[in-house]
């Protein structure tokens, strides 16, 4: 079964970090870009960064770029989002998510929450 | 950026109605473009990927359609499991774009 499963979620203060992990498993991790995607409290979807398979290709949102970190370890079938410098607004269920490239996002993970707040 | 307006932001329909849900891109997109599913404290699911392609799994009643600018989602006989948010993706280019989201509700 491809599975995704995201861990490291938690309260942290504003100008804090975490370290987002997502677990992949089911599927040849390494032969397929990721992404991170998040949602705050009752808003819709946001995207935030994707990763090419080797990492050669990154991009990140306007609203992340500079703070966060988007890496993989594909020894480890493992994707990472290294945030720093939170914000309130950081608040949010981030998603993982296998890019199929034109063929969609599939699967997600079950998503893991991060709060940020004094 | 390309925007993705999605319209309407909410719906009210009863079981066994046709719905229809606009997507509309700032720019050309070609047919880059998915729909997702998402219900309350759940995880998003890909309904139609490349605007027009069902993912494996997805009841024949979710259809999608168009190409360059304007998008649509049809859901030709709604059944009770069908009520919850629709989102529209663009896989164009970077940075990738959402539409705001539809929520469908029941009548």
């Not at chain 1, 991790?29 to 990763?51: C, D, H, T």
């Not at chain 2, 046709?18 to 700032?26: E, G, K, L, N, P």
């Amino acid at each position: 079964e491809v599975q995704l499963v995201e861990s490291g979620g938690g309260l942290v203060k504003p100008g804090g970090s975490l370290r987002l992990s997502c677990a992949a498993s089911g599927f040849t991790f390494s032969s397929y870009s990721m992404n991170w995607v998040r949602q705050a409290p009752g808003k819709g979807l946001e995207w935030v960064s994707s990763i090419s398979s080797s990492s050669s290709y990154i991009y990140y949102a306007d609203s992340v770029k500079g703070r966060f970190t988007i890496s993989r370890d594909n020894a480890k079938n493992s994707l990472y989002l290294q945030m720093n410098s939170l914000r309130a607004e950081d608040t949010a269920v981030y998603y993982c998510a296998r890019d199929l490239i034109v063929e969609g996002f599939d699967p997600w993970g079950q998503g893991t929450l991060v709060t940020v707040s004094s | 950026a390309i925007q993705m307006t999605q319209s309407p932001s909410s719906l009210s329909a009863s079981v066994g109605d046709r719905v229809t849900i606009t997507c509309r891109a700032s720019q050309g997109i070609r047919n880059d473009l998915g729909w997702y599913q998402q219900k309350p404290g759940k995880a998003p699911k890909l309904l139609i990927y490349a605007a027009s392609s069902l993912q494996s799994g997805v009841p024949s009643r979710f259809s999608g359609s168009g190409s360059g600018t304007d998008f649509t989602l049809t859901i030709s006989s709604l059944q009770p499991e069908d009520f919850a948010t629709y989102y529209c993706l663009q896989d164009y280019n970077y940075p990738r774009t959402f539409g705001q989201g539809t929520k469908l509700e029941i009548k």
